[in-house]
Structures are given as C-alpha cells and as structure tokens.
C-alpha cells in the first residue's frame, strides 16, 4: 500500500536535496531501504519532531525494520529507540540548533508564572501590611506578595482546599524547599480566603478597566450548568477587544440561578453582571 502522495513528495524532496537520493515516484519505498508505515504514529510530542524531514506523525523504517528519525537539516539518520535526547544531542551539536530539553522548557514556563505575579504584584501596587511570624535568615529570599499571588493562583486553579494551609505535611514540604516559606504563610484557612476575596477584587478592577476601554462593543456568551451539589449555576463570559487589540475572553461572572429556567429569569442573573462591570 502506498503512502498518502503528500507525505511521500515530501520524504522524496528531502531525500533528493540530500543529494543521494533515487527514489521511485509515487511509491512508499524510499531511498536506502526506508519505507513510510501506513499506520500514524501518537503522541510524538518532543520537539525533535519539529525538525524531522518528515511529519511528526509519520512513521518511517530504515531497511531493518527499524522505525526511525531524520534530521531536516543534515539528514541523519537516527534510530527512534530509548526516546529523544540523542535527538536533541545530534541537533545541539551538529546543526547548531538551540533547543530545550522538555526539563528546561518546564522551568521555563515555571520562570513565566513566577514573572507574570511579580508583574500583577506591581500593577496592583500591593503594598500590605504584614506581620513577619518569625525570624529566620532565610526569608528575605521569600518575596510575600509574589507568595499570595503564586498561592492564590495555584488553589483557585488546582481545587486545593483553603485549609491545606494549615496542613503539617504539606509546611513540611515547602519547608524542605524554602525554609523561608514559613513565616509568610497564614496558619489557617480564613486567611487564604481573605487573600482569594483580595486578589479577586483586584482581578475584576482591572477587568473593569479593560472592558470600559475595549476597542469594540462586549459580546456576552452564557451558559446555565448543574453543580456537583446540584445547583443551576449560571456562567457569564465576556469577549470583547482590549486596547492592545487583542481579543479577549473573562468570565465575568458565575452565579447561582434560583427559580425556573426561562430565560426572563436568566436575564435577572445576566443583567446584574452586567450591571457590576
Ligand atoms: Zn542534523
């Protein structure tokens, strides 16, 4: 069985550019006994597949049976075996091609959160009073607004529990990675919740901010669920263009439908979230 035409244009174009190549037209059967399986290969996810001289989908044997990888530039021929680091080796040091490892391309992304709190922190000027619970020469390497932001970040996206603050195994753990972490850290729940109310109030201020000053009208989506604990909850998302041009999309508000359904009862809920932007 053949290939798909494209896939085996493409391999035949790379192969001619790589100088040695005689391939027959319209055939699977490439050069130096490679062949092209009819079957898709998943879930190739590493990088390596960016720069392979054929579709990260495809899967390619050498005349061993081998399932192999290719490099775009030189045209290397490697074997797809004990994953992607000889891959990433050989595009390192022979082609010259700066990549990440997947470690440093988690770090990265890491790096970005933590930047992107120390920006919110300076937008939204939060300059609290806080009491310093002790003192340990580790904790000027803890910055408590960033703290707040990164913690609240992580619960509200990750369904944590307000009260894993006060958790002993889990101090334990960010002892062990900071023994600075201590002493900013709120010893209960009820404060977690006031840093959520806090870090929420400021989220919508600035929200407000960008709807009033969107370049275009705001257009309302909204769509009425059941909870978990069997409440109709209504979801009101707002899409709309921001001053940088860019489209948008915020939740603007998620509520509690009591009553029947119809939709002059939704149009209460709708209304008032409207009303609060
Ligand atoms: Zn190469």
Redesign the pocket.
């Known amino acids: 069985m053949p290939s798909s035409p494209s896939l085996a244009t493409q391999l035949q174009a790379n192969f001619i550019a790589s100088s040695q190549a005689s391939s027959e037209a319209g055939s699977s059967r490439l050069t130096r006994g490679l062949s092209v399986s009819n079957q898709k290969a998943k879930g190739r996810t590493s990088q390596v597949w960016n720069?392979c001289s054929f579709p990260p989908d495809a899967i390619v044997h050498n005349a061993r049976g081998k399932s192999i990888w290719q490099?775009?530039?030189?045209?290397?021929i490697l074997q797809e075996k004990g994953g992607t680091g000889h891959m990433i080796t050989?595009?390192r040091e022979?082609?010259k091609?700066n990549l990440q490892t997947s470690h440093e391309a988690r770090i990265e992304r890491y790096q970005q959160g933590i930047e992107e709190s120390f920006r919110n922190v300076i937008n939204q000027n939060s300059d609290y009073k806080r009491r310093r619970l002790n003192t340990t020469t580790y904790t000027e390497s803890v910055d408590p607004s960033i703290l707040e932001d990164l913690y609240v970040k992580w619960i509200t996206s990750c369904g944590v529990s307000f009260n894993m603050v006060g958790r002993e195994e889990f101090r334990s753990l960010l002892q062990y990675l900071n023994p600075g972490v201590d002493s900013w850290l709120p010893a209960t729940g009820d404060t977690i919740q006031k840093w959520i109310m806090r870090k929420y109030a400021l989220y919508k201020s600035s929200i407000i901010d960008d709807i009033q000053n969107s370049l275009s009208k705001i257009h309302i989506t909204v769509d009425l669920w059941t909870s978990g604990n069997y409440k109709s909850i209504l979801g009101v998302v707002g899409h709309y263009i921001a001053t940088d041009g860019q489209l948008k999309h915020n939740v603007l508000g998620v509520r509690e439908l009591e009553g029947d359904h119809s939709g002059e009862n939704q149009a209460k809920v709708v209304i008032a979230v409207i009303l609060d932007f």
Not at 71 to 76: A, E, H, M, S, V
């Open positions: 720069h490099c775009k530039y030189c045209f290397t050989h595009l022979k082609c091609i």
